[in-house]
């Protein structure tokens, strides 16, 4: 079984940072890829950026230039500095990780953003 589990949300005002962290644990061999999805109320969930195995790195427009991923192999950890945050950006931030040729999703984690 595995886990994830996202921290790091909060309420900050636009043009303000927020990092988010994921950790994943449990029983994992290998993890191919750590990917960040969003939701904000009544939209539909969106993709933000994924980190890959190697370390390649791809960003929506709407976050790039803004937002970096970063990943921790050792500690199976995905973490995603935000910068210059505005308001379009509250949701709830979720993050996936594909391990084992299976996917894992974590419950979310809530950012605000305010004007």
């Known amino acids: 079984q595995v886990q994830v589990v996202e921290s790091g949300g909060g309420l900050v005002q636009a043009g303000g940072s927020l990092r988010l962290s994921c950790v994943a644990s449990?029983?994992?061999?290998?993890?191919?890829?750590m990917v960040w999805f969003r939701q904000a109320q009544g939209k539909q969930r969106e993709w933000v950026t994924t980190?890959?195995?190697?370390?390649?790195?791809m960003y929506a427009d709407s976050v790039k230039g803004r937002f970096t991923i970063s990943r921790d192999n050792a500690k199976n950890t995905v973490n995603l500095q935000m910068n210059s945050l505005k308001p379009e950006d509250t949701a709830v931030y979720y993050c996936?990780?594909?391990?084992?040729?299976?996917?894992?999703w974590g419950k979310g984690t809530l950012v605000t953003v305010s004007s």
């Open positions: 980190i890959a195995s190697g370390g390649r790195t």
């Open positions: 996936k990780v594909v391990a084992d040729a299976t996917e894992y």
């Open positions: 449990g029983s994992i061999l290998s993890i191919n890829a």
